[in-house]
């Protein structure tokens, strides 16, 4: 499998974690009490090339080829830059978990709380939470006369009516147009009426910093943002470099017409004071 392809499968797979993400005020959930998995299997991944998955239904709770990194995320419900002081390890290996819990109709918050008491007892986690001061960007329009970019359209579409009747193919085969959805990929961020705060939470996980909406843009938007992303090798950890942060810069200028100012403000981080491999079981 070549490097761009890999690439390309591991960010939609980022993206795709990334919407199943609360925000980063839900960061502060349950701490790991007595909620525990019934039966627990933690061991390293096979393939580096599978596609990473989280998953849990019914009392069953599956992790498959994921970084210690991006378990962490998930168990905290963190964005990446809110995880600090974890070794090189957690970003490149990867694991897979097997649990079981009870009851079966347990909500995310409570297996959340289960995979933290598993991240400190398989992963003798230890860990605190502090307020670090941190890069931040703020979402504004990019042109003094308030103009747009090509890419960057007003929407109509009342979403409440295409819930409840979503459109259908025509006869002919012809699909109509998406609305009321958002995607990502290696090198986009598209959506069909969404709005800015939608294009924001998108772009703080491609730049690697929180990203706030300034740009008074109220109501929904259809946007198509595509950016090159740089080779990665096969196994390297999936972090934006300053190369393809500096793509994704320029898109916004270009296509929609936003552009990124930096500040700095404190913010909610996880900082990881102590963690260690498992051992396969």
């Given at each position: 499998m070549s490097s761009n392809k890999t690439n390309r499968q591991a960010v939609a797979v980022l993206l795709a974690v990334v919407l199943a993400l609360p925000t980063a005020s839900a960061a502060q959930g349950p701490s790991p009490g007595n909620a525990t998995f019934e039966v627990a299997?933690?061991?390293d991944s096979s393939s580096l090339e599978q596609d990473g998955l989280f998953n849990f239904q019914g009392g069953h709770f599956q992790v498959t080829n994921q970084s210690l990194r991006w378990i962490?995320?998930?168990a905290y419900g963190l964005r990446d830059y809110q995880v600090i002081g974890l070794p090189g390890w957690a970003d490149r290996q990867r694991f897979e978990i097997r649990a079981t819990y009870s009851p079966a109709s347990a909500d995310a918050a409570t297996v959340r709380t289960m995979l933290q008491r598993l991240l400190a007892d398989r992963f003798?986690?230890?860990s605190h939470r502090e307020q670090r001061e941190i890069r931040l960007y703020q979402l504004v329009k990019a042109n003094e006369n308030g103009s747009l970019g090509p890419k960057l359209t007003a929407s109509n579409v009342d979403c409440q009516k295409v819930a409840a009747s979503p459109p259908v193919p025509s006869a002919d085969g012809h699909r109509p147009r998406p609305a009321c959805v958002s995607f990502g990929g290696?090198?986009?961020?598209t959506a069909f009426t969404r709005t800015m705060a939608d294009l924001a939470r998108a772009?703080?996980?491609v730049?690697?910093?929180p990203v706030?909406?300034?740009t008074g843009l109220t109501g929904m938007w259809d946007y198509d943002l595509r950016w090159t992303l740089p080779a990665r090798p096969l196994g390297e950890p999936n972090q934006q470099t300053i190369e393809s942060s500096a793509e994704v810069f320029t898109g916004?200028?270009?296509?929609?017409g936003l552009k990124l100012d930096a500040t700095r403000a404190p913010y909610d981080v996880l900082v990881i004071d102590a963690v260690s491999r498992p051992t396969s079981n």
């Open positions: 299997s933690v061991r962490i995320r998930w003798a986690m230890r290696a090198d986009q961020i772009l703080d996980e730049v690697g910093s706030v909406d300034r916004l200028r270009e296509q929609l």
